[in-house]
């Protein structure tokens, strides 16, 4: 595996490799990396086939986050992080510090202003525009040909498409399935955060996600019963305080009043400090 930290190592690559005519596929992520991050890149390999390269990108981008979030407290685990990715068969990992991706003066960003303004985008106005514009920077340095997202920050997933699409790059985008504990908790590197009693709460979001996806197969198809029965269940834990509980459609995250064709319920909540979104997707089978 070849690390990369400064930009100019990492183009002179990307031109080498473009001109051998290899592709490349992407795995962006912030570190602290844990199983679901691990299950991107095997899709990343297996998209790669034999001659393709897999990059995979590990920066705790200061511009998604708001004032008052986490950036600080982010975990980082750097040594753990090259190894897993070493296991896993990643070509090349990009390792930039904060200084090398953002000039001290620099003056652009990217916004996205549609799909970013309901469910996390509400309570984090500046989070899209940062992972718009580190993601737009990624794709620019290196070019793939495609990228994979985890379908558990659902939200960036659809805005990341949005980005390929009106902005023109000629990536594909993968989106790779939740990959959970053992209780069903959703891997998140804020997990680490988590005290063990919070941990252990924390299997709520499951449950209540669950129950909803119980609702709808029982045939209730109103929204905002579904909505209401999340809450309460959220609520239900002594320590969870909800951020957002929404029932939105997957493909517009637009509110929805009645359930049609398909739903997303998405849900954020606090415990302590340490904020955990989790979602459920149902389509109705035809
Ligand atoms: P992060 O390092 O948290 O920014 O995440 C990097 C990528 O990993 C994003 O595309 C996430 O959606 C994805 N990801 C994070 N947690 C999971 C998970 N439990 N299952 C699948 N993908 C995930």
Redesign the pocket.
Known sequence: MIEFQQIDELQQWVQQEAAAGRSRIL???????????L??MDIAKKRAGEEGEVVVS?F??PTQFGPGEDLAAYPKTLDQDRQGCEESGVDVLFVPEAGVMYAKDASLKVTEVKLSSGLCGRTRPVHFDGVCTIVSKLFNLIQPQAA???????Q??AIIRRLVRDLNYPIEIIG?????EDDGL?????NLNLSSDHRQEAVVLRQALLEAGKMLGDGERNAEHIQAHVEKRLMESPSAIPNYVEVVHPDTLQVLDEVTDALLVAVAVFFGSTRLIDNLCWREEK
Not at 148 to 154: A, H, I, L, M, P
Not at 176 to 180: W, Y
Request: hydrophobic share 40%; no cysteine; glycine share 14%.
């Open positions: 795995v962006p992520t912030m570190g602290g990396l844990h199983q679901g991050h299950s991107l590990l705790v981008n994979v997202f985890g379908e558990k920050d659902f960036q997933l790779g399935p939740i990959v959970r959703a891997m998140s590197t804020r």
